[in-house]
């Protein structure tokens, strides 16, 4: 049997330094354990030492212990019986027959067979560091995760404008724009609610938000523009068409830094603006006033989120919102937008040389390397010759978070061979093969490669909180042992990276890597690379830190691309002592770190397109716009009159890691928000109950009446109708699963991302 690293953890009493886990921003936090041995959590607080969050936290954190503690925790590898049932098994027996099903898979029908599903969860990348190119190794070529049904078509817009990830400067933006975001509870950028506050008391600054209801962000916003549901795409034309025909836009700026500017204006002044603006629900008048408030601003910042992204027109939408700042020069100056650098690139890292342009059965695109997660059943549930016969799945649940998840369970059924590793018995893992238990995030070594400021970037390693639950492993040694029991990185083939180890320490050591495995940052060139580091490299480090081993390297990678930038961080040396110095502030920073400083006009050197050049013209976009003014309003659904957004941020929802409904303060059940004319309609009050009907499914819920909505909206919130047991030990399940209601047809044409937030449905009195 393999062995780990021994972790040190501190004393239970101490405030100890790490990271929320439950939105992508990953506020820095202080815990202070107690009670049962050490593991619970007591107090926790925001982290004033964190360089991006400065002691910032919302409430949510607050009660992480129900995601630590809770009986949903899995201690012993299982195995399912013919009939259904599971049986506990040591890990020796586990680890060998998952290789051996993995190895003969791969005989059969070759490793482009096996779908790898995840890379992590919310804050848990270190994991998904090695498995995704362990298993690209094993000759695995199609992967995929939740960000392939949440930000596929903006990873694509903004590839092909500007060659990498764009963010806003939001602290010092003159005016923000937020598309589809309640930001006071889904957050999107560090201290959020402390920025947007900031701008509510600025009468020179100006917060504009654009959703279908007032929500908490939409009623601090000095222009909230309630755009009909689903009718975004017609705002964001018009805003465009608006700054063209008054002639708002910034000329230099498009001369000098931009290509693709005539096709595009082109196009923006056949734009109908009246009739747009009727068909997005919204006044021209205030559309106008909106649009000449970003053209005067000295500086603009935009951030869109899922309520853009998972509804009709969503690649577009993403589009068109990226050319609002783009044509009004709000790009690389204070208050911005920029191209950032990046420890790891997320637009990129599962994309490679051997990358398929599209998925083997349904010939969907492959966008930023993942196959979009809507097609996956169809990618299984055939005959087809080169369907998918097996699925990885690391620290995610698809059985509840993708689209119709009845037909998703029933994909991983029919699959010859499937394998969950997680912390909980999930959806997902009751429809597996083998479940393999992980430590907690707070158990092991983790980070999160959500990295995105500009010109100040951060990097948080976390430290362990306290020893794993017994009977669980970290991800790493989990795949690591997988590999060995595989034939793989056995230790005469790790030899000579252990002999330029001990030679010549690491810099020794990174000649032979280097060497051996390439600089590479995609999945496909990193192969068995990363896993060969924790092998060798991952037991020197100190504390147990042997998932760490990957960050080395890829501090290596940042300083040989961004010396100047990390040195600015006050991180000292010339390459490669840079790169060994930013790995030990990385590894000693329990707070986290600043990785790379940059002027404003760095920003240019991240747009890696011709040039330097913004590229304004997407044709495949363009044909869409164009497509606008010919496409009709949809007809009213006598069967299904209402739209449903299923799946959104409310002050006690979060991602399904959280699985205790204890941990809610309010709104236990997951209430159906629905406006007071629609609710007088229906006969119904707060607290009755009814039935929300759509072609896939139908759900109970609680009503809330609320003024917030627009008639013929409602809205579900995430997070709910998961199974969790109770005392006894019997699964009971709390509130809505949203999925259990959408189609994984209804998605958009080219990056394949789902309609979430846009789904017919209707509302009947439970009698």
Known sequence: ????????????????????????????????????????????????AHPASKGYTCQKALRLDHYQNGRHRLTSPLRRRPDGTYEEIDWDTAIAE??????????????????????????NHLGGSYGLSFYAGLGSKFRSLALAQEKGGEFFVDLELCGGHSSGDYENAEVIMLLGKNAWQSHGFHRTRTILKAINNDPDRALIVVDPVRNETAALADHHIAVRPGGDAFLYAAMLAVLVEEDLVDHRFMTEHTTGAEELLTELKQVPITDFCARAGVPEEQVRTVVRRIARAASVSTLEELGIEQIPHSTLNSYLHKLMWVLVGSFAKPGGMAVHSSLLDLERVFCGPDTPAV?????????????????IPDEILTDHPKRFRAMVVEATNPAHSLADSARMREAIRALEFSVVIDVAWTETAACA?????????????????????????????????????????????????????????????????????EAGGRLGFAGAYFSKYGVGVTVDELGFGPLALYAVLGPTLPDGAAAAAVLWALSHRLTMMNADAVRRAGIEGDVPFLGEALFEAILNGRSGVTITVDDYADAWKYVEKPDHRISLAIPELLGELAGLRNETLPAADDEFPFVLTAGSRRAFSANTIFRDPDWRKSDRDGALHMSPSDAEALGVADGMRVVVATKRGRAEAVVEVTDAMQPGHIILPNGYGVSYPDEDGRPVVTGVAPNELTASEDRDWLAGTPWHKHVRARVEVVS
């Not at 929320?20 to 354990?33: F, K």
């Open 359 to 375: 998925s083997p059965v349904t010939g969907a695109r492959i966008m930023s390397g993942m196959v979009p997660c809507n097609v």
């Open 433 to 501: 093969d083998y479940v393999l238990p992980a430590a907690s995030q707070y158990e092991k070594w983790e980070c999160t490669y959500f990295n995105f400021e500009f010109p100040h970037n951060y990097f948080h390693l976390r430290a362990p909180l306290c020893d794993p639950l017994p009977g669980t492993l970290p991800e790493p040694e989990i795949h690591l042992r997988v590999a060995r029991a595989m034939g793989h990185l056995t230790d005469e083939e790790l030899e000579p990276l252990r002999a330029a180890l």
């Open 98 to 123: 998952v290789a051996a099903a993995l190895s003969g898979v791969i005989d059969r029908h070759g490793g482009e067979s096996i779908l790898y599903y995840g890379a992590g969860g919310q804050g």
């Open 1 to 48: 049997m393999e062995t780990t690293p021994e972790a040190t953890t501190p004393d239970a009493t101490d405030w100890q330094a790490t990271a929320c886990i439950l939105c992508y921003i990953n506020c820095g936090i202080e815990v202070r354990r107690g009670g049962d041995g050490g593991r619970r959590f007591e107090r926790i607080r925001g982290d004033k």
